[in-house]
């Protein structure tokens, strides 16, 4: 069988893209869209995920995105990058200190007191997986409900603007070292390929926009014993990042708006003495766009494992930049595993042809040679 040119191909290709639209609309006439704000404020988790993936802030095309992909987290943060790309570049933002995050969410595992207290804020750390089955049946007058008990309820003592860092402390003591005063200019991971070995902030830029899933699973194998990195975390903050920008007139920093962002501190084991050097602990370091504990955690344990990695050489998978930086973007391993469903008919001919070569060649190796089978008939 050759390769045959199929016709019709492009009706099959707009048939199956309105079968997904009729899926997308299966309730019928009594169903409603979800509105994009529904989905940003409800699924704010899922909207969070696709603005990380997406590496571009703004949750209304984030949830406009997961709209369009009916909830496919990859295919929407793919849908939110080829939308990036089409943007200009006005300007790069300076260094943006995450002291002066408004907080929502703040706490350490390393220190029960802190300087400012902890916050638990908005989390399901403390609540039973159970499923609510009063949410089957929701009204709207119990949005209302809950809101009205929420803020009869909400203290009014003021809240502190920003908090000090754990971290800082830790340095304070001596037992973390110094913060170094040169700046370098961060790599682009949108503009540049990624050509080993790479600087540390090519690797956080990476892994700020990588899928989730497969930051958790690789920090897991360091967590599980593929590794050496078993941290605790300084400080986990969820919070508002004023973002700065130098006025275009005076050039004075002023503030241009906020985004939401989840950064993590952990602090790993201290490093032995080793030419002169004092032994302190050593840090890992994660944020990402959104409310996303999970890749925070993860990015700042394996930003630690590969700190070692490029120090030592790497002894496991999740200590070699290249294994990890190359294999955590969700959108690049989505496209590849995706590109098997396209026409691969040449090559599997080939991969036939060639079969049934070998096949042929080894059944006519255990045919037995007709001087055999004249001696088996005597």
């Keep these: 069988m050759g390769y045959v040119a199929i016709k019709g191909g492009a009706d099959a290709i707009n048939g199956a893209e309105r079968a997904m639209e009729i899926l997308r609309t299966a309730e019928g006439e009594q169903g409603e869209p979800l509105t994009l704000s529904a989905i940003e404020h409800q699924l704010r988790l899922l909207t969070s995920r696709v603005v990380s993936e997406g590496g571009l802030y703004h949750p209304k095309l984030a949830a406009l995105a997961i709209k369009q992909a009916q909830g496919d987290t990859l295919e929407a943060a793919f849908a939110l990058r080829a939308y990036r790309s089409t943007k200009p570049r006005l300007l790069e933002t300076p260094p943006q200190d995450t002291r002066k995050m408004r907080l929502i969410r703040r706490i350490s595992s390393a220190f029960k007191d802190i300087p400012g207290g902890q916050m638990l804020g908005p989390t399901f750390d403390y609540a039973l997986r159970l499923m609510r089955l009063d949410l089957a049946t929701e009204r709207p007058e119990d949005f209302r409900k809950i809101a009205g008990s929420f803020l009869a309820r909400s203290p009014n003592a003021p809240v502190a603007d920003s908090f000090p860092k754990v971290v800082d402390t830790l340095r304070a003591e001596g037992l973390l070292p110094p913060l170094h ?59 508002y990042l004023p973002i700065e920008l130098p006025h ?42 959104g409310h996303n ?45 995706s590109h098997y469903k396209m026409p691969h008919y040449v090559t599997f001919q080939s991969d036939m042809d060639r079969l049934r070569t070998t096949q042929k060649a080894h059944d006519q190796a255990l045919e037995p040679s007709p001087h055999q089978t004249e001696r088996a008939a005597q």
């Design 181 to 239: 005063s040169r700046q370098c200019d961060p790599f682009d991971v949108t503009r540049e390929p990624l050509v080993f070995p790479v600087p540390r902030s090519a690797a956080l830029a990476t892994m700020a926009r990588a899928e989730t899933g497969s930051l958790l699973a690789i920090a897991y194998s360091s967590m599980r014993g593929y590794g050496d990195i078993h941290p605790t975390i300084a400080e986990l903050r969820v919070g």
């Design 293 to 337: 504990e999970v890749k925070a955690i993860s990015m700042a344990i394996l930003d630690r494992s590969l700190q070692k990695g490029m120090a030592d050489g790497p002894a496991n998978p999740s200590e070699d930049p290249e294994f990890v930086l190359l294999h955590v973007d969700g959108v690049d391993a989505m496209g590849f595993a």
């Design 248 to 289: 275009p007139v005076t050039g004075e920093m002023t503030e241009a708006g906020e985004v939401l962002v989840t950064e993590c501190e952990v602090v790993a084991m201290y490093e032995a003495d080793s030419a002169g050097k004092r032994p302190t602990f050593t840090l890992g370091y994660g944020a990402c766009f």
